[in-house]
């Protein structure tokens, strides 16, 4: 691709990636990069962070991503736990039931329950965290154009001191469903309506309801209705459904006062304030591809999901963070690790956006599917990767590719430690048990992330048939890239 020179003549700033859009996924990669050292730019084309609830829960996998990048206490601190829904036939109190199924600790997985935090919290401790690691937003700037070439990315943005060019070695959109950075590439994205029937999501301040329970009106008449009181807030989360596909929902703070009057058992009056709302339609899609060359996208640029099941927001921090590591240890843009990027994810992302879609047309039907161990995405694995190495029979329960368990461990000098200690860092971790015999041979890309090696001479029971006798190498990203 040619590249006009008085683009270059006028670049103003260089940075080694450039990443477009401070929602969830912006952030995290924003936060590994920082904490790598890898030199970036983060921009965001509004003047603040999103304003409102939408995602609010976050995954046991993703509550692991943020105990590696070292927010989890405060993210633990700032959420809690899922309500029991409340079902309510008119101003009748009736059944209640938990939405998000009750799960009880397991050996091997520290965050054994999703946490409900709403999105504009999880931003603001994402923001918060990538500060401390001395980097920050650029608010209110537009990318306007993207020029890749062989040499990297020559990106145009419009901000607050008009317009300038910014050279970059690769670029991220993370920019959200209508990502400019996936129009600028030119790549399609299919999917598909799940619902044609309009919904409005909003925060909402009120009285009249207990904070102890997901209160919903699923028969009301016009289309159900829920209220959601959001941990760590005094703040309720409107979700309404209409039943007519050609309804026009009013988002306005009238609008949503006359819904919530009309559908639930409070009055207009009882909705103190509006502080956000927004009409969608449910539907999915994927990206074609994930990567063009020096660019790539991730979160919802890439892929969109319906709300059911709080995968959306947590998949895109995954793709961050499954990003994020390869981008700091590649050798240059034709290193084949960062072609596992869209490998790894785009399936993982399909499947995803399949889960989704179930649980959505289950409730449209009138079931309720339990939130569960599927959604929890702590079995997500990359066997499949170009990553992965298995070297003879597996040694305990564990495959190259899985999820590495966490475990307290002693080392032979009597140390007590645990592997998710171990393996918090921008670090690649080898784990030796029980004198097992060293791997035949180490990826490159350990060279450019650095390597701990722990020997472990006892363990507890669980991560004795995890790992059993063998000898593992732990990625960035907390998943086995090689056992042996």
């Known amino acids: 691709m040619l590249v006009d020179m008085s683009e270059l003549n006028d670049v103003k700033e ?16 924003a936060c590994d990069l920082a904490r790598r050292g890898v030199p970036h730019l983060l921009i965001e ?28 206490d405060a993210v633990l601190a700032a959420g809690g736990r899922y309500p029991r829904v409340l079902d309510w036939e008119g101003a009748v109190r009736g059944e209640t039931f938990d939405l998000v199924e009750p799960m009880p600790p397991r050996p091997g997985v520290p965050h054994h329950e999703s946490l409900m935090l709403p999105q504009w919290r999880t931003q603001r401790l994402l923001l918060d965290r990538l500060r401390e690691l001395g980097g920050d937003v ?39 469903g209508r990502s400019a950075v996936r129009k600028q590439l030119g790549i399609g994205m299919e999917g598909e309506t799940v ?23 699923r028969k009301a008449e016009g289309g159900g209705a829920t209220l959601c009181p959001l941990r760590g807030t ?14 026009r929902p009013d988002t306005s703070p009238e609008g949503i006062r006359a819904l919530i009057g009309a559908r639930t058992v409070l009055d207009a009056a009882d909705v103190h304030e509006v502080l956000w709302a927004s009409e969608f339609r449910a539907r999915t899609a994927l990206a074609e591809r994930f990567r063009d060359g020096r660019v790539f996208l991730a979160g919802d640029a890439a892929h969109l999901h319906s709300p059911a099941g709080g995968q959306g927001l947590n998949t895109g921090i995954q793709d961050a963070y499954n990003l994020g590591w390869k981008l700091a240890a590649a ?13 790894e994810r785009l399936p993982l992302a399909a499947d995803v956006l399949g889960l989704s879609t179930r649980i959505h047309r289950a409730t449209v039907a009138g079931r309720v599917l339990q939130r569960g161990r599927d959604t929890q995405q702590l079995d ?25 368990p966490d475990a307290r461990c002693t080392a032979p000098d009597g140390t007590v430690f645990r592997l998710f200690d171990a393996f918090r860092g921008p670090h690649c971790t080898l784990l030796t048990f029980g004198g097992a015999p060293p791997l035949p041979a180490l990826p490159s890309y350990t060279r450019a992330t650095g390597l701990r090696h722990c020997v472990v001479a006892a363990t507890e029971p669980h991560a004795e048939g995890a790992y059993g006798t063998g000898t593992y190498l732990v990625r960035p990203d907390g998943y086995v890239a090689v056992a042996g």
């Open 195 to 217: 619902d044609p029937r309009p919904m409005i999501v909003a925060d909402v301040r009120l009285t009249g309801l207990d904070r102890e329970h997901w209160h919903a009106w």
């Open 380 to 404: 997500l694995h990359y066997r499949d990767s170009a990553l992965t190495r298995q070297h003879g029979a597996p040694a305990g329960e564990l495959r190259a590719g899985d999820r590495a």
């Open 138 to 176: 650029r608010f209110g700037t537009r990318l306007t154009g993207l020029t890749p070439d062989a040499e990297g990315v020559t990106v145009r943005l419009t901000g607050p001191e008009g317009e300038f060019t910014v050279r970059a070695g690769y670029a991220v959109g993370a920019d959200g």
């Open 45 to 72: 084309a509004q003047d603040e962070l999103f304003p409102g609830a939408r995602g609010k829960g976050l995954q046991p996998r993703t509550l692991e991503v943020f105990d590696d990048l070292g927010l989890v």
């Open 234 to 247: 005094g703040d309720f989360q409107l979700q309404a459904q209409y039943d007519d596909p050609d309804a």
């Open 331 to 343: 050798d240059g843009p034709q290193d084949p690790l960062l072609d596992t990027y869209e490998a």
């Open 14 to 29: 260089r940075a080694r990636v450039l990443v477009a859009g401070a929602g969830p996924t912006g952030l995290t990669l």
